[in-house]
């Protein structure tokens, strides 16, 4: 099925570091979703954009729902060791029910 | 707390042995989705009801059935698992309708087929 281009795939940084993400789509959404999963777990739900432009943010986290409707990113600022995981992208165009994910970044955080 | 619930978290089955996996949700909304993840690649989504309304995937096996009884309960029923269905099966729901996007997952259910 379709998947969104997420990068980068992986990434290790320092502790205390910020970190940026990004989702790129060929497809126009109206709604961006941004999860972290850790392993053996579902995903989380960690921030939901649902307008052009729209920056929101969830303590040390900051997504925002690119201009052009078909990119998201996201941001983690003061990385700590607990961020480790996979965070995945996932998008919804109108008129539908289902949403598309991105392949996932793996983010290992070195104290 | 609203949430959504999976059980049981770990299944083991056998090669051929037909499985049902549960999901249940107390957050009232009318759609809930199955999904397929294999070694953490991103979720699959294997179909998804919209209220009673069935949406299969058109490359999901026939070998995957479902059923949702009710607003908060939906299953999966592997009718022949095969190796190569041994996986993490992810429920989630959403509510677009509302005007809220947001789809929530449970914790997940492993399955390992012997």
Partial sequence: GQQLNQSPQSMFIQEGEDVSMNCTSSSIFNTWLW?????????VLLIALYKAGELTSNGRLTAQFGTTRKDSFLNISA???SDVGIYFCAGRSSGTYKYIFGTGTRLKVLA | DAMVIQNPRYQVTQFGKPVTLSCSQTLNHNVMYWYQQKSSQAPKLLFHYYDKDFNNEADTPDNFQSRRPNTSFCFLDIRSPGLGDAAMYLCAT???DRGNGEQ???PGTRLTVT
């Fill in chain 1, 35 to 43: 999860y972290k999963q850790d392993p053996g777990e579902g995903p």
């Fill in chain 1, 79 to 81: 990385s700590i060791p």
């Fill in chain 2, 94 to 96: 959403s509510s677009p």
């Fill in chain 2, 104 to 106: 929530y997952f449970g």
